[in-house]
């Protein structure tokens, strides 16, 4: 069956610095891998998707993510983090072996710090 | 703004009653996403349509049904109410595909909240 775990229920990170947000997953398959952000009483908004081809995905608002097949890990980056930023974070695998489900991890909760 | 519309916004209703919730997705979108997303349970995916057909099927209870119209907007009926059915349901639509590769980008809508009393 799949899984997705975000072992950090929460990531604090001072504004201007890096921020990594990560994300495991297992499936039997090949995965198709997402990453969405929820902001304060907002809805769910799409970051970026690994289906194929290149590790490194670029997304929306200067954050990307590597699929690292080895390690079944696609963690989430932004070279330089903004206040923003802060918000709730889902990762989540599409496993095309077992009916297409989507399965979500229980977010992250991330704090930029100004 | 997503192009994404929900409606209602706001549910309350009792127990073992049924209510419908209403999905319109983008123009020209095809694919349409349910979504229950609750403290306990997190968030889940319930059942994705594509141009009319039942495309995936993920955590929805036998309660629960939806469909989607010709008109491509979609619905999902929750019958048999019960406290825990308390959640925020969100829709999401996505282009249509491209050859035989799944756009798989979604588009949410604002989710509709529903309060089972």
Redesign the interface.
């Known amino acids: 069956a799949q899984s997705v775990a975000q072992p950090e229920d929460q990531v604090n990170v001072a504004e201007g610095n890096p921020l990594t947000v990560k994300c495991t997953y297992s499936v039997s398959g090949n995965p198709?891998l997402?990453w969405y952000v929820q902001y304060p009483n907002?809805?769910?908004?799409?970051l970026l998707?690994y289906?194929t081809g290149d590790n490194l995905v670029k997304g929306s608002y200067g954050f990307e993510a590597e699929f690292n097949k080895s390690q079944t890990s696609f963690h989430l980056k932004k070279p330089s983090a903004l206040v923003s930023d802060s918000a709730l974070y889902?990762c989540?695998v599409?496993d095309f072996n077992y009916?297409?489900?989507?399965?979500?991890g229980?977010?992250t909760r991330l704090s930029v710090l100004p | 703004d997503?192009g994404v519309t929900q409606t209602p916004k706001h549910l309350i209703t009792a127990t073992g009653q049924r209510v419908t919730l209403r999905c319109s997705p983008r123009s020209g979108d095809l694919s349409v996403?349910w979504?229950q997303q609750s403290l306990d349970q997190?968030?889940?995916?319930l059942i994705?349509y594509y141009n009319g057909e039942e495309?995936?099927?993920?955590?929805i209870l036998e309660r629960f049904s939806a469909q989607q119209f010709p008109d491509l907007h979609s619905e999902l009926n929750l019958s048999s109410l019960e406290l825990g059915d308390s959640a925020l349901y969100?829709c999401?639509s996505s282009p249509r595909t491209s050859g035989n590769?799944l756009q798989?980008?979604?588009?949410?809508?604002?989710?509709t909240r529903l309060l089972v009393l």
């Open positions: 198709y997402f907002r809805g769910l908004q799409f998707k289906i889902f989540a599409r009916g297409q489900n989507f399965v979500f229980p977010g | 997503s996403y979504y997190g968030l889940q995916f994705q495309r995936a099927k993920g955590n969100f999401a590769v798989e980008t979604q588009y949410f809508g604002p989710g």
